[in-house]
């Protein structure tokens, strides 16, 4: 793990960026830090600006406000060319009329690399990749994910100080996209490469992530290890972009120093820990429990509430029961699929008790 | 008469996979046979002049009709040897080869400004650019007649300035088409890896967009040539173009050597035509 | 350690400055400004000045050109009469180039280059090449008479040049692949699933034409139309040589205005009246065509 304790580590700083398009503003305020070696995720839906931050690091857009410092330098005002980055696109943005080993030399050729080093280099890339002896084909020759190994090695193998990906799996398909996804942080992580990657897809940024940045209508929502995100979400937002949630409006009937509370939910009475400190007794909250801790047995006992089965679908790993309380409430659970959860069937009674559950203010 | 289903599935596969389309209206076999009859006719009908004057080019004498045994190079000599012909063949070549080249380069610079500049008002930015085609050519050709008569410029510039104009909706169609066709981001990546905006143009731009500009090229020239309606009102003594020394020729007298100055005509023309074909397709370039 | 280029900090704005924006266009808008829009202005303003024979034209103001263009008994054919021509092109060659856009559309990709070039290759010739193949197909001792002539069909040579229709059947010539085009591209575009579709819902074939693919290519024939109307309207060349003293269209006059009386005010007036017509035209079939998409 990146040590990010002091602020000397960190290789990438955005302070108090932000982009306006006339009126309205498309991203920020941001503030964020990358550590060495780090592969930190800008996670968040379509339009929630993650890419126009990306564009924003990378020189392609200029900030309205804020400083950007790389490597110890500000790199504000400065064109891409001068930036010391390595950026990997969506579609690769491929060189159509050169080569492979063309295409990966660009960079370093820019630099004014001798010819030799330029060839050993980049054949020494390829092999890292995963492509070797293709140096001779045209892009057009090559597939989908092939191509997205070339994208790679062109931006890697300048060795810049960071290297930033922008939804580079996203054209894959669905069985390519996992296998990329691996392998592409297993040569981050070979080449202890500073990385920032953006994408929409919450189970990538998580199997990838060193640390996520969730954002929204440009907004950061966010910012933590993906354990964070999961177990302990801020927002609303959050808790539903990440994982499955139940979410339940209820009140404040009781705190206990700072951070645990009594969430009162029409007749479920539920403890929780605040997100946030300040939750305020009879203060409107939303209670978060992911589905996963939602335990079942199938009597009434120990602090269990009484719940009706109302759908129950098999999901092969686990059952997703969908449960009524007696007040009318809906939760749902995710149960291993074991003997004693397959019994339960439709119209059920069972005992349900939320556990590690979160709240945070309704508004 | 309805659309079989198989032909609905046929066209659909089709769709998908060759693009081939299956013909919309199922006629009766007559009414194919009477559809395709008129389409032979239409092709007769486009190159039968063309195919007559080639013919007669090679005509031993006044006639239009020979066998071929008797086919002679005769008008094709008296051509080479006609001073009038040949400096008028010459003066086209460089005044399409000087417009043609102006207006690649104009259209060009605009066509960037264009692609990469105007995000909203693209269309509107082509649609301005087609000005030229708005308007009569003599009209263009009468005003800039006029302009010479009030202000110092030398006739030449006129009839260049005339030819450019009508060159360049073509000359733009033509690189915008290309240049649209080259992904943003191309130019971007190569930003990102350290090339200057002069490197990223030499080395990503330029390459791409090559075809289309000298399509934009071959094309201009196509039209400078075969133009009439500019050099009409701004030729003159010296600055006569072929086409307008034809049609002066023409209207006193009639001699198989025009034919044989069109036949020459023809050929370099659609020389240069499969060379843009080649190059970036004729649709494409023609933008019509 | 690679070398960045440039290593220094480089205060440049990099996105899209509009400065450098508007250096682009420049050239083009400053040509077209100063050698297209002001020349044709002011050559358009000159039919509202008096013509006198010692000078280009006076500056004294009148509306006499129009009077007489529009009053005067052998202009108003003048001018009827090219319209009446550029309509009567514009009309055949759209249901000649419908049938061509038509064909050309369906053909298998590999054909349709050639194709497509042979339409084309006639166009790229020329007016002076075209209608000079006019005139020997059709002169005297041109083919077509030799023809006739050799299968014993006429006794005489045929006089098919100097007409009327001689003129409107090279304009066509000349305009047929103009026409095609335009069509073909909106015909290409066309979804291929639309008359299965409506096949579907009950439309018989020729049903599904008319009702589906036509309106459909409308932008195509209203720019085809348009283009033939405006490049037949303004021809000067191909009657000239093809119709002899029977026909007399606005070009023409101008022509003959210009280069032989010196008549500018006048020769100017026919040239506006050419392009106002040409414009009313554009925003009638513009105005139509809206009109039945609205139904």
Not at chain 3, 222 to 232: E, I, P
Request: proline content about 5%; aromatic content about 8%; some cysteine.
């Amino acid at each position: 793990m990146p040590d990010l304790s002091s602020r000397n580590e960190a290789v990438l700083h955005l302070e108090g960026v932000i982009k306006r398009y006339g009126a309205t503003t498309a991203v920020g305020p941001v503030d964020l830090e990358v550590g060495k070696g780090e592969l930190l995720t800008l996670l968040g839906p379509s339009g929630c600006g993650k890419t126009t931050t990306l564009h924003i690091i990378a020189g392609l857009t200029q900030p309205t406000q804020g400083r950007l410092l790389l490597a110890g330098r500000e790199i504000t005002r400065l064109a891409p060319p001068y930036r010391d980055i390595g950026l990997v696109f969506q579609n690769y943005a491929l060189f159509p009329h050169r080569s492979v080993a063309q295409n990966v030399g660009f960079g370093l050729r820019m630099r004014k690399v001798p010819r030799h080093e330029i060839a050993a280099r980049v054949r020494r890339m390829l092999e890292i990749v995963g492509l070797a002896g293709v140096e001779e084909r045209m892009p057009h020759q090559l597939s989908g994910g092939q191509r997205q190994r070339v994208a790679l090695a062109r931006a890697l193998v300048i060795e810049p100080s960071i290297l930033l990906l922008d939804e580079p799996l996203s054209n894959l398909d669905a069985v390519l996209r996992k296998r990329m996804r691996l392998e592409l942080r297993d040569i981050q992580q070979r080449l202890g490469i500073t990385t920032v990657f953006v994408t929409h897809d919450q189970d990538e940024a998580f199997e990838m992530s060193d640390r996520i940045v969730l954002m929204n209508a440009g907004r950061v929502e966010q910012v933590g290890s993906p354990e964070d995100l999961y177990d302990a979400p801020r927002t609303r937002f959050a808790a539903e972009f990440i994982g499955e949630a139940n979410l339940l409006e209820g009140t404040v009937v009781g705190t206990r120093g700072d951070e645990e509370v009594l969430i009162q939910i029409g007749d479920l009475s539920v403890p929780a820990l605040a997100v946030r400190p300040g939750l305020a007794q009879g203060q409107r909250a939303i209670l978060m429990t992911r589905p996963e801790r939602v335990e079942l047995t199938s009597r009434t006992e120990d602090d269990g509430t009484a719940m009706t089965v109302m759908k129950r679908i098999f999901q092969g790993d686990r059952i997703l029961f969908e449960l009524t309380t007696v007040g009318g409430q809906k939760l749902q659970c995710s149960a291993a699929s074991i003997d004693s959860y397959r019994s339960i069937v439709v119209g059920g009674k069972v005992a349900a008790r939320l556990r590690e559950c979160r709240a945070f203010p309704a508004a | 008469m309805s659309l079989s289903p198989d032909a609905a599935c046929a066209s659909m596969a089709g769709s998908q996979t060759e693009r081939v389309r299956e013909p919309v209206l199922e006629l009766s076999a007559a009414g194919r046979h009477g559809f395709m009859l008129l389409i032979v006719g239409l092709y007769v009908f486009l190159l039968a002049p063309l195919l007559v004057v080639i013919f007669a080019s090679f005509s031993p004498d006044q006639r239009n009709v020979y066998s071929l045994s008797q086919a002679s190079l005769h008008w094709y000599r008296e051509f080479a040897a006609s001073e009038n012909f040949r400096s008028a063949f010459v003066f086209s070549i460089w005044l399409a080869t000087v417009a043609s080249v102006c207006a690649t380069v104009i259209g060009f610079v605009t066509a960037y400004g264009v692609v990469r500049f105007l995000d909203r008002r693209r269309e509107m930015g082509k649609a301005i650019a087609m000005l030229p085609m708005m308007v009569p050519h003599i009209l263009i050709s009468l005003s800039l007649l006029l302009v010479l008569t009030r202000f110092p410029v030398p006739e030449l510039a006129a009839l260049v300035v005339g030819h450019v104009l009508i060159c360049l909706p073509f000359a733009l169609a033509g690189i915008v088409a290309s240049l649209e066709g080259i992904p943003h981001d191309l130019e971007a990546a190569a930003s990102t890896l350290g090339a200057s905006r002069l490197r990223v143009l030499t080395e990503v731009t330029l390459p791409l967009v090559a075809p289309g500009v000298l399509s934009a090229l071959i094309f201009s020239f196509i039209i400078s040539f075969g133009d009439v309606d500019i050099a009409l009102f701004l030729s003159g003594p010296g600055r006569t173009t072929l086409p307008i020394e034809i049609f002066s020729f023409i209207q006193w007298e009639s001699s198989p050597v025009i034919a044989a100055i069109t036949t020459v005509q023809i050929f370099l023309i659609v020389a240069f035509g499969l060379a843009v074909e080649r190059l970036v397709g004729l649709r494409a370039a023609m933008r019509i | 350690m690679p070398r960045i280029p440039g290593g220094l900090t480089v205060m440049r704005s990099v996105e899209r400055a509009p400065g450098f924006a508007t250096a682009l266009l420049t050239p083009l808008g400053l040509l077209y400004c100063v050698c297209l829009l002001a020349p044709i202005s002011y050559f358009l303003a000159v039919s509202f000045l008096r013509y006198s024979p010692d000078q280009l034209y006076t500056s004294t103001f009148t509306l006499d050109n129009y009077t007489r263009l529009l009053f005067d008994l052998y202009n108003q054919n003048v001018v009827l009469s090219t319209f009446r021509i550029a309509a009567t092109v514009t009309l055949i060659t759209l249901v000649l180039g419908y049938a061509l856009a038509y064909f050309l559309s369906r053909a298998s990709p590999a054909w349709r280059a050639l194709l497509m070039f042979l339409v084309i290759a006639p166009l790229m010739t020329g007016v002076i090449v075209r209608t000079y193949g006019w005139i020997v197909l059709l002169g005297g001792d041109g083919l077509i008479n030799q023809l006739l002539l050799a299968l014993g069909l006429v006794s005489r040579p045929l006089q098919l040049l100097n007409s009327e229709a001689t003129v409107i059947v090279a304009l066509t010539h000349l305009m047929l692949p103009f026409m095609t085009f335009p069509i073909f591209s909106t015909l290409v575009t066309q979804d291929p699933l639309l008359v299965p579709a409506a096949s579907t819902l009950g439309a018989r074939s020729l049903r599904a034409f008319f009702e589906v693919t036509v309106p459909l290519s409308r932008s195509g024939i209203v720019m085809g139309s348009v283009l033939v109307f405006t490049l037949s309207a303004g021809s000067v060349v191909t009657p000239a040589l093809l119709g002899g003293r029977t026909v007399m269209m606005m070009g023409q006059m101008i022509y003959q205005l210009v280069l032989s009386t010196f008549n500018w005010p006048l020769a100017s007036a026919f040239a506006a009246v050419l392009v106002f017509c040409q414009f009313l035209v554009v925003f009638a079939y513009l105005r139509r065509a809206r009109n039945v998409a609205q139904p």
